[in-house]
């Protein structure tokens, strides 16, 4: 949270608005690192207090998305040493640990082009982590071009290791983002995303527990704003079990859910039915984490695919009318490569 508030004010700002109002308050945590936000209108309207729920809910899968992203490595270095970094690198956040340790947060893209770098200046004997020194004897290298070799283009180099691209080594992505090979594989065993842009390449597969069922059936009840269709009804059922290597606490046991969630039975609705359940078989509409509504851990929880649970009530009771839902929902499955 500490590198969302510091690195992203803008983002923040642009998701409350200036109707809404986020708080911070780490005094009320957990002790484990937790912090308790607060979300509130300006005023007390209906209309700020409906739409208060829509504010909570960009900023969760804003969070999610950052969160998700997030790296952190440790570095030996002088204050004269951070001060460079952090102006070569300004998505990166330094924290000053203990003696000359420093604690880097970041994207991963951008964390691996601080490890790049890092390895590249160690390669010369005594040279700064920040910048390389002539040795004695060494010439200098202007920065200018020799006539007759061109400089290669900023888009050539490698987002990940910031050298220049060899043509035999370049990968192109269908984003128009280029890498070396290499770099980009290291990036997609990590997760098969752009590290520039974050569309998805593959299957992406998250770390909904095994054993659950997906089940659906059509009832003519009609939901609120869709009173030409029927509804949908999406029963979802997650058996307790004890967590794997990719949940939080791996060899712990977690406490199942189920949960019932409604569509439209409308062409638009059976459309988000069928992203639904590829999302599902891809283990991306659950994890396992900290409830938003007990508190607990280890816990089923849904995992940034936002869900109406209440036939109706709108948004402020995950119900109906909510015009904008099936547009917002489908733009979540696609940012994890369902669509």
């Known amino acids: 949270m500490n590198y969302i508030c510091r690195k992203c004010p803008d983002k923040l700002k642009k998701i409350h608005g200036d109707g809404f109002q986020i708080s911070y308050d ?14 509130s209108p300006q005023t007390s309207s209906f209309v700020d207090r409906v739409h208060l729920d829509l504010v909570r809910q960009r900023f969760v899968t804003f ?41 880097v947060y970041g994207p991963f893209a951008h964390v691996q ?29 202007s920065s200018t071009p020799s006539p007759g070799r061109s400089k290669p283009p900023e888009d050539e180099s490698c987002p990940i290791c910031m050298e220049p691209i060899p043509a035999e080594k370049k990968k192109a992505l269908r984003c128009k983002h280029s890498f070396c090979r290499d770099c980009l594989q290291t990036a997609f065993d990590y997760k098969p995303v752009c590290p520039i842009c974050g569309e998805v390449y ?20 009609p939901l609120p704003g869709y009173k030409r269709y029927g509804t949908i009804v999406i029963h979802y059922d997650i058996p307790s079990g004890i967590q794997k290597k ?61 869900h109406k649970t209440s036939m109706d009530g709108g948004p402020t009771c995950y119900g109906y009318p909510d015009p904008d839902y099936l547009n917002r929902v489908r733009e ?6 369902i669509k």
């Open 246 to 306: 990719e949940h939080p606490n791996p060899g712990q046991p977690f406490q199942g859910a189920s949960r019932t969630a409604y569509l439209p039975d409308s062409p638009e609705g059976r459309e988000v039915l069928g992203l639904l359940s590829k999302a599902f078989n891809q283990r991306l509409i659950f994890t396992i984490g900290r409830s938003s509504t007990s508190g607990r851990n280890n816990m089923v929880t849904w995992n940034d695919i936002h």
């Open 113 to 141: 082009k601080l490890k790049e770098f890092q390895l590249q200046n160690s390669k010369s004997p005594g040279s700064s982590p920040v910048k390389k020194s002539p040795t004695r004897g060494q010439s200098v290298k």
């Open 63 to 103: 969070y999610q998305r950052t969160a998700s992203d997030l790296q952190q490595t440790s570095l030996h270095l002088d204050p004269h040493q951070s001060k460079e970094l952090q102006r070569k690198f300004p998505l990166l956040l330094f924290e000053a640990a203990s003696g000359s340790q420093t604690t």
């Open 26 to 39: 780490r005094a009320n945590s957990d002790g484990q690192g937790t912090v308790q936000v607060t979300f």
């Open 202 to 221: 593959g299957v992406l597969t998250g770390t909904q527990p095994d054993g659950g069922t997906m089940n659906v059936q059509t009832v003519s009840t």
């Open 332 to 337: 979540e499955l696609k940012a994890k490569g």
